[in-house]
């Protein structure tokens, strides 16, 4: 038998997330709960390793904090519980693009409720789970604030800002920093190329050369409509349908493309680049030569851009560099703010974001 369902507003859900969360961060509070056990479990369910948990936990109990009548365990409107509700909708509308600006601190994942754990109609100890211990910590703790907001024991708003609390103690994903007063260019261009010449898995040079276009575009069409995105430099084709590494838009029509190449150039790799400017009605395409080439292979792949239907620009990772010679130190401001921004977009490693983080610090700051 389906129990009653219930509903969220998303839109009340986000302003009274936010509005918790300044409240929390202003105050010295730490303690929004008398009960201990709910406050260490809370805790504990944060700092484990289930991350999935973790999403559930946060999105009941915003959930219950914007309606009283959510049941704390529900996770879809055909749950057996009265007080069911759609919890995917709300985590992945709300929760997650609110995480994404305040540190992912739960994991940083997309799509949490897409995981085996919350695909159950509500959370329950006979669901299938991997460690018993952690199902039974989160069961407890969920049954358990249930039973007490019912009793009028516990207030669902100040639970959201016990949960606040606790994850404005976890440790930001994000690469986070004030903006930068003086952006000498020797120094500036010197440790860029220093930072880039560690791979870092391919994120390095892509995030640089996002942030180098931005500053650049930016700087040369201060009112021109240019957007700029950046990914992995090494993305699988099949899980993008982006055009390059680095994409140009203007007034949201595709201007130019760059690939970012952290790995020896080989001809195949060239011909691809060509094969998705045609594809993409390119008519010059950018190739950032990262490593050197492959082998002997530098006058095939020469051969092959002289020959091409398209101009293929080959470039050194200090080329791009370089422009921030040119961009003023508003640019390189800007250069430092996109940097960031693409680092954390990409889901780059911690030791690239903080090696990035080590070279932003050592100029003054605001």
Known sequence: MIGLTESVDKNQAAVLLEDKWNLVQDSNESEYIQDDFIRMKINEVLNASQLTYKYILFTNILAKAVNPGIHYRSMQAKSNLDGAYNARSLGHKVVVPWEKEHGERLGGSNEPFLNKPARDPEFDISNAARSVAAQERLYNLLDRLESMANSGEVDAVDVLCQLLYEYSRLESRTLEFSAVSDVPVRTLVSQVREYVQESGGGERLAAVTGGVMQAYYTHVYPDGPWIVNAEHANAP?????????????????????????????????????????????????????GAGFRGESESEVLSIVENAPVEVVLLEPTNIISLLRFVGDDGRREFIKATTEFLNQMRATQSNKDAFGTLVSSFSIH
């Open 237 to 289: 084709d099949n899980q993008s349908n982006s055009a390059g590494d680095v994409e140009i838009f203007y007034d949201e029509e595709l201007d130019r493309a760059v690939e970012v190449k952290d790995k020896p150039t080989e001809p195949s790799d060239v011909r691809h680049a060509i094969k998705k400017a045609r594809e993409n009605e390119l008519s010059e395409y950018l190739y950032v030569v």
